[in-house]
Nanobody
Framework: QVLLVETGGGLVQAGGSLRLSCAAS????????VGWFRQAPGKEREFVAL????????YYADSVKGRFTISRDNAKNTVYLQMNSLKPEDTAVYYC????????????????????WGQGTQVTVSS
């Protein structure tokens, strides 16, 4: 069992930055791939970024590429999402999710791939 808790959301002006954290319980968290998703009001949950268990590979949605950076510190059981140059369209509830299973480029964007989810943290970007 893995429990995930997201923190770091808030209100920021367009062009600003936020860093989200996803803290996990469980001694095997370092073997899990972790993704970030977001869901805006009235929209489906969408993939934002993924980091593999070792941190050796990262993947991003085209909409955030070059602005967001995902990283992890396995010693702290924490995954981060650094968000720069924020835009109003980045406004959403952001969720982290983890899976111990195999993950591929074809499956990483699907929420069904992930076994554990946090409760979400609100990010609001004002124009």
């Amino acid at each position: 069992q893995v429990l995930l808790v997201e923190t770091g959301g808030g209100l920021v002006q367009a062009g600003g930055s936020l860093r989200l954290s996803c803290a996990a319980s469980g001694r095997t968290f370092s073997s899990y791939a972790v993704g970030w998703f977001r869901q805006a009001p009235g929209k489906e949950r969408e993939f934002v970024a993924l980091i593999t268990w070792s941190g050796g590979s990262t993947y991003y949605a085209d909409s955030v590429k070059g602005r967001f950076t995902i990283s992890r510190d396995n010693a702290k059981n924490t995954v981060y999402l650094q968000m720069n140059s924020l835009k109003p369209e980045d406004t959403a509830v952001y969720y982290c999710a983890a899976t111990p299973g195999g993950i591929t480029i074809a499956t990483m964007t699907s929420s069904l791939t992930y076994d554990y989810w946090g409760q979400g943290t609100q990010v609001t970007v004002s124009s």
